[in-house]
């Protein structure tokens, strides 16, 4: 019993310095050389300066951007320093409230859009950090941001086609639009 | 559902069929000692390790020698990973200056991780130094399931062996285990998950400006970071400019390929997989999502192997994709529908090309549907727990596909190891109620099932049972298991039910609105996820060390084949009507109820 516990205690310290010390040391040593954006957090600059990670939501809730998913992360919308979902049940009331307090200010700030919302865009995301939105729900909010920003519609579209991530190899996962990339584009027309 | 969700489910079920194949004869060689392709490199390493603790590698131990080195490795790794947590803020490798972790929540989080649960009650990026996530939870990452699948080759040798006492040496099994098959696997998956976007970083987080100000009305926080509350206990709220956003990192791709690989599941983020900075792209989500099953699925292949007969194992390979596929479909279909109450207020919910559709509350843009679900069957049939979706917003149906994954005893695939050591517990079972029928002793690979295999089979199916139901019954009669609900009505219950679910099944996974960091939850759920593990492993050796002991049987005319198609649909009965039939009336209560509420 005694020789039991002794090849428990170092078996546990070496395997603990082999996969808990040396292993994440070798990786981080190997993605910082052959990754170094993208193990850092894909830190998106503009001019010189970092302005959010691609990989990151950020809220926006002007006319002239595009508006990503909701986030139920706390105390505010997009603190990625806590992500979080709503959990809450599809049954909720509370989550009924919600989707409709989201319509409603889709439609106030759009009067004359009386499309259908596509769903991404009043429900909120699994991380509460969704850094993207469907086509639909750019193709839904283009009207708007050309109206604010005095920009042709059409103008407004092809830079959502810019931004539309496919696929990738035409199967897996969903088109997806980057809300901050297309904003930062949009900025970028002046 | 769309044509392109059932490409995916095709494609991803494909892949993992391909390659359990070449990786299941890798790991054979590997538990029996033979040469595998990387002694050359691995070897020394080994023998290193052989020296620096002491082990004799070639000493062999009974069943009961077997568990307690087990239980002694597992109890050391409890004590140092609580105690980790609990020193943290004295420690390097804290840049965000994070103190003690509560003791409740620091005794919950170590059983979690030592029994390959990976329930989490914290969340990473705000309680866990990168200290704490590599060398404390990352370790047992490795250790659980290593120890796991050890398990499972003690058991495979009890039915191979006969006349011996012995069943192999659990140091060398867990050390091969990690070093020839866990760590080069996850090296491989690290750096493919880096180069899709997982941080991989022991610098800061990092703040940045943000493009658009926002300004929010929140809580007002005292100095001990509680909200205040006025006179009628409401929160006292003040308006705030937000101006700038925090970038979490952290050493997470190192940590995630073996959390993905070895059916841990703990996130080094609060929402797991679902963060971009775990999972980022469509390509990451394939190749965690695989990892999700491999090894589970590969075991089948090694145990064939191992018996010295393939057809064994690719006949509970069979039934395992035949229970979880149709599940599968029955997620995706569910939330494909979409919620109705959304439909009738003017929302699109029709999949297109320019939209996935359906029920997104809780779940990506990137992944839509058929990613979710996909992930959401794989995670809970497995008993990984990672989740790419948040599973409490999910439809009831869609809910209650991977409640009842879980509830299927962590069979079909399940854990690394204890996954198939369920199953073949579960084969157990099944060769004795097909005995029973024709009145003849049953048999399986050669070995008569007798009264002392029964009752330890017996004793795996009920624990697991016992414990998912006592303990809802206790959250569901207490004020300090009501108090953690978060969803009203039936929802609330099935927040109950999934929890005592995940905790006994070691899953892991959470319909997570459930507050489970209570005094209430963290000791309950430190004890059944003890009780969930341990509990099922002594049997399961005890079994084996009782099979190496028997005579081999020579298959007669009356031996009832065990790889056939027959034996594969009596196997996937037996699984699903003990499964069903202990579980309807609490899904009835939950998800079942809560769908008949649409109508």
């Known amino acids: 019993m005694p020789r039991m516990i002794r090849n428990s205690v170092m078996s546990l310290l070496f395997m603990t310095a082999l996969t808990g010390i040396v292993y994440p040391l070798v990786i981080t040593g190997i993605a910082q050389v052959a990754f170094p954006g993208r193990a850092n957090g894909s830190i998106v600059e503009e001019n010189g300066k970092p302005v959010g990670s691609a990989l990151i939501g950020q809220q926006f809730g002007g006319p002239g951007y595009f508006w990503g998913r909701p986030s139920a992360t706390t105390p505010y919308p997009y603190n990625s320093a806590s992500s979080s979902g709503s959990n809450l049940g599809p049954n909720n009331p509370d989550l009924i409230r919600a989707v409709q307090s989201r319509i409603d200010a889709l439609r106030a700030a759009d009067p004359g859009n009386r499309r259908p919302i596509p769903v991404d865009l009043v429900t909120s995301s699994a991380s509460g950090l969704d850094p993207d939105i469907s086509p639909a729900a750019a193709i839904y909010q283009a009207g708007r941001v050309a109206r604010a920003r005095g920009l042709d519609v059409a103008k407004v579209r092809d830079l959502i086609a810019e931004n539309t991530r496919e696929r990738f190899l035409g199967i897996f996962g969903e088109p997806a639009v980057n809300v901050l990339r297309l904003n930062l584009a949009l900025d970028n027309l002046k | ?599």
């Open chain 2, 1 to 599: 559902m769309t044509g392109n969700d059932i490409l995916q489910t095709v494609l991803y079920f494909g892949a993992l069929a391909v390659l359990a194949g070449p990786l299941g004869l890798y790991m054979a060689r590997v538990y029996e000692g033979a040469p595998c392709g990387l002694d050359g490199v691995l070897g020394p390493l080994e023998r290193l390790f052989y020296r620096v603790c002491g082990i004799r590698q070639d000493e062999e131990m009974d069943w009961k020698q077997y568990a307690t080195a087990v239980l002694i490795f597992s109890a050391a790794g409890v004590f140092l990973l609580y105690f980790l947590q609990r020193v943290q803020g004295a420690l390097p490798l804290n840049p965000q200056k994070f103190g003690a972790v509560t003791p409740g929540l620091s005794f919950n989080t170590a059983l979690s991780f030592v029994t390959n649960t990976n329930w989490q009650n914290y969340s990473g990026e705000t309680a866990m130094s990168y200290l704490t996530q590599m060398a404390g939870l990352a370790v047992q990452n490795f250790l659980s399931a290593a120890a796991g699948m050890a398990a499972l080759v003690a058991l495979i040798r009890g039915f191979k062996r006969h006349s011996a006492n012995t069943i192999g040496n659990f140091w060398v099994d867990m050390a091969r285990g990690t070093l020839y098959i866990l760590m080069p696997l996850a090296l491989v998956y690290s750096l493919l998950l880096v180069s899709q976007g997982v941080v991989q970083s022991f610098g800061k987080y990092r703040t940045v400006d943000l493009v658009e100000a926002g300004n929010y009305e929140i809580p007002r926080l005292d100095a001990g970071g509680n909200a205040v509350k006025d006179a009628n206990g409401d929160p006292v709220m003040e308006k705030a400019k937000v101006t700038r956003q925090v970038i979490p990192l952290g050493p997470a791709a190192s940590q995630i390929a073996i959390k993905q690989l070895g059916t841990n599941g703990g996130g080094f983020f609060n929402v797991n997989s679902a963060h971009p900075f775990e999972n980022p792209t469509a390509f990451s989500n394939f190749l965690e999502c695989l990892a999700i099953l491999l090894i589970p699925a590969a075991l089948c292949i090694t145990f064939g192997k191992m018996v010295g007969d393939r057809r064994q194992g690719l006949a509970l390979l069979a039934a395992m994709f035949l229970i979880l596929v149709p599940l599968t479909f029955l997620c995706a279909w569910a939330e494909q529908g979409g919620n109705p109450h959304l439909a009738s207020m003017g929302v699109d919910q029709a999949a297109s090309a320019l939209q996935p559709g359906g029920n997104m509350e809780g779940k990506e843009a990137r992944f839509g549907i058929a990613d979710s679900t996909i992930w959401a069957a794989a995670t809970t049939a497995a008993s990984n727990g990672s989740v790419n979706s948040m599973h409490d917003s999910y439809m009831p149906l869609g809910g209650m596909v991977p409640m009842l994954l879980i509830q299927f005893g962590e069979v079909i695939f399940g854990g690394v190891g204890s996954g198939l050591y369920g199953m073949l517990i579960f084969a157990i079972i099944t060769v004795f109620v097909a005995g029973l029928m024709v009145g003849r002793t049953p048999e399986y690979l050669g070995k008569k099932i007798e009264i002392f295999e029964m009752k330890m089979a017996a004793l795996v199916v009920l624990i697991v049972n016992a414990l998912i139901k006592l303990g809802t019954a206790i959250a569901v009669s207490t004020k300090a298991g009501t108090a953690g609900i978060a969803n009203p009505g039936p929802h609330g219950f099935s927040e109950v039910l999934y929890a005592f679910s995940s905790f006994a099944g070691n899953n892991g996974s959470a319909f997570a609105g459930l507050n489970g960091n209570t005094v209430f939850y963290n000791t309950i759920g430190g004890i059944l996820m003890f009780f969930g593990r341990f509990w099922v492993i002594i049997p399961v050796l005890a079994i084996a060390g009782s099979l190496a002991k028997k005579k081999q049987v020579p298959a007669g005319l009356g031996t009832l084949p065990t790889h056939t198609p027959l034996f594969v649909v009596f196997l996937m009965g037996v699984i699903v009507i003990v499964g069903a039939l202990a579980f309807m009336p609490g899904l009835a209560l939950g998800p079942i109820a809560e769908q008949l509420m649409y109508h």
